[in-house]
């Protein structure tokens, strides 16, 4: 029996302890996904007017679902200290909820990375013409182009069409002039301090660069879902074997309690003590009131010879 005990409450700790390692597992797996999102959002911030809208809603679900999930870890982990099985059965379908967020996460981005060629070069055009007559559209393809170090969408001559200084009749055709930003080194011109050379061109566009980025932040999103997505499903099945697992070992225990307090006479029915089924008191039997005629009467025979 002690060894049986001994073997049960060592499934109880196994159990409880696996629940509290995958929880904290979890939590670290939070954390992870909230950086992640965090740094996407970031970056869609900075390119934000080459960006559609919807594009910013993938990377902002995979902060909530971080923050979500923090949360149903410590409840696992609660769940898993009380050995409270109705607590882990509710971990486990939390779990299954944030499992198809991860899910609709994942979609929603690899939708987005199929739609980041055509977007790009919309945008991109877009932002060239109204250059000169936004200043929060200027600021953010001057700061596309030095930080990335190109000019243009493909090349540098695709601000022929869009620069107003290159609509100067004294230029040669082949002569474009691009903005300070697509210059990787300026000069002041001796003669007037407010004009500056370009020096060095940027040869490259910048479309390459930003299709390279937009497209594989969009990729990290819906690998990094899917992957903690699957992960999580087989967190949802370990969560409820635990469940199951706690509840069958809790009937164990209580079916071998109530077994020990019948053998000792301690269960207690109709408010008197009950004895034992094989107690010797057992084999007694008190007659009633009415049953005390109904029996013939004893004749005491003495075993041993009489003294005379």
């Keep these: 029996m002690a060894n049986r005990e001994l073997q049960l409450n060592s499934g109880m700790r196994c159990a409880k302890y696996m629940l509290i390692i995958v929880s904290f597992m979890f939590a670290l797996t939070a954390i992870l996904l909230i950086m992640v999102g965090t740094t996407i959002q970031t970056i869609f911030g900075d390119f934000s007017i080459f960006i559609d809208g919807h594009f910013a809603s993938p990377p902002a679900l995979l902060i909530a679902i971080g923050f979500i999930l923090i949360a149903v870890a410590a409840l696992g982990a609660y769940g898993a200290v009380k050995e409270s099985v ?5 971990y486990g379908v939390c779990l ?5 967020l991860e899910v609709s996460a994942a979609i929603a981005a690899f939708v987005m990375q199929s739609q ?4 790009l070069i919309r ?23 030095s930080g990335l170090e190109c000019c243009g969408v493909n090349k540098p001559e695709d601000w022929k069409d869009y620069f107003s200084p290159n609509k100067n009749e004294t230029l040669d055709t082949d002569d474009v002039v691009v903005p300070n930003s697509c210059c990787g080194g300026l000069a002041q011109d001796i003669n007037d301090a407010s004009q500056v050379t370009c020096l060095d061109t940027f040869d490259y566009g910048c479309f390459r660069k930003m ?7 969009a990729m990290l999103i819906a690998t990094g879902a899917t992957t903690v997505a699957f992960v999580q499903l087989l967190g949802v099945l370990c969560a409820f074997m635990l469940a199951k697992t706690l509840r069958r070992n809790k009937s164990i225990r209580e079916a071998r309690r109530w077994q020990l307090q019948q053998s000792l006479g301690v269960l207690i029915s109709g408010g008197k003590m009950a004895p034992p089924q094989n107690s010797a008191v057992a ?25 005379n």
């Design 86 to 90: 109705m607590v882990i059965n509710l």
């Design 116 to 119: 980041v060629r055509d977007m």
């Design 96 to 100: 299954f909820l944030v499992f198809i």
């Design 211 to 217: 299709n390279f980025i937009i497209s594989q932040s």
């Design 283 to 307: 084999g007694y039997q008190q007659l009633g009131h009415g049953e005390q005629g109904t029996h013939e009467p004893y004749t005491y025979t003495p075993q041993s010879p009489s003294v």
């Design 123 to 145: 945008t991109m055009y877009q932002s060239m013409a109204d250059y000169e007559t936004d200043p929060y559209v200027e600021s953010g393809v001057d700061f596309m182009q």
